[in-house]
């Protein structure tokens, strides 16, 4: 492989890693101004990240479908959406740390209620964003579009 060849290749794994970076400061952004406008006491639903966790599981769904079935679509923005938007938005840990000060709380339904709803609720999730995506796709295609 020659230098230039090297260097190029290079730059656009830079660039992807600056598509995730910015993307995931936006979906970070959009869960954390979530978080703190919807505070909730330990023995209380979190609804605010089970939202933004189904929300960014739909999404995902949709814009990872999507962006397979489009070959001319710029190389960054996968990276930028699915892992950057969605890694960002979506929430593993604090899922966790809900869970833990739910079980403090001796909330124990609570904590099993909304650990199998996340759950469940991200499954339906990402397949409805899938399923979206195709029928988006479908519908251009018979219209003649892309």
Do not use: K
Not at 6 to 28: D, K, P, Q, S, W
Not at 41 to 52: E, F, I, K, S
């Amino acid at each position: 492989m020659s230098i230039e060849q090297t260097v190029a290749r290079e730059a656009r794994r830079h660039h992807v890693l600056i598509a995730v970076f910015c993307g995931g400061a936006l979906g970070t952004l959009a869960r954390a101004a979530s978080s703190s406008t919807f505070s909730h006491a330990p023995d209380r639903w979190p609804w605010a990240t089970l939202a933004v966790n189904v929300v960014g599981t739909l999404l995902l769904g949709w814009w990872s479908t999507r962006l397979m079935r489009s070959p001319d679509v710029d190389p960054r923005l996968r990276p930028f959406l699915a892992t950057g938007i969605c890694g960002g938005l979506t929430t593993f840990s604090t899922l966790q740390i809900e869970l833990v000060l739910m079980l403090d709380a001796h909330a124990y339904a609570l904590a099993t209620g909304y650990a199998a709803t996340t759950i469940v609720l991200g499954l339906v999730a990402i397949v409805a964003g899938q399923q979206a995506a195709h029928a988006h796709h479908r519908r251009q295609r018979r219209s003649g579009r892309r």
